[in-house]
């Protein structure tokens, strides 16, 4: 696991009160909070994430990375449409969405 991925864990943590520190509004940084915590299983997929992509591109294995950038990206509006129209879990659902694909 990546050193900086644990190193940043404590923004993501403690986003709320550190936006209201800066003056944002209160119902900003709260939703702005309870994002950042549905999105730390994203943060820590981002260190085995890159490597692999950087591995694959000085492979020449781009096409890989298109079919698979393309499934993803069908995966996340699925279930985006799902997890924020059908269920109603709004921008939790959307964040959901995110750390699937």
Not at 33 to 40: E, H
Not at 52 to 65: A, E, G, I, P, Y
Request: hydrophobic fraction near 55%; charge should be neutral; include cysteine.
């Amino acid at each position: 696991m990546d050193r900086f991925t644990l190193l940043l864990l404590p923004i993501y943590v403690f986003a709320t009160p550190v936006l209201k520190l800066f003056g944002q509004l209160d119902d900003v940084g709260e939703m702005s909070g309870v994002v950042a915590i549905w999105l730390i299983p994203l943060h820590f997929s981002f260190a085995f994430q890159f490597p692999l992509q950087r591995f694959l591109q000085s492979q020449l294995k781009t096409r890989v990375l298109a079919y698979v950038s393309f499934c993803a990206l069908g995966v996340n509006v699925l279930t985006s449409w799902v997890f924020v129209n059908v269920l109603d879990w709004r921008v939790i659902g959307a964040s959901l969405a995110l750390d699937i694909s």
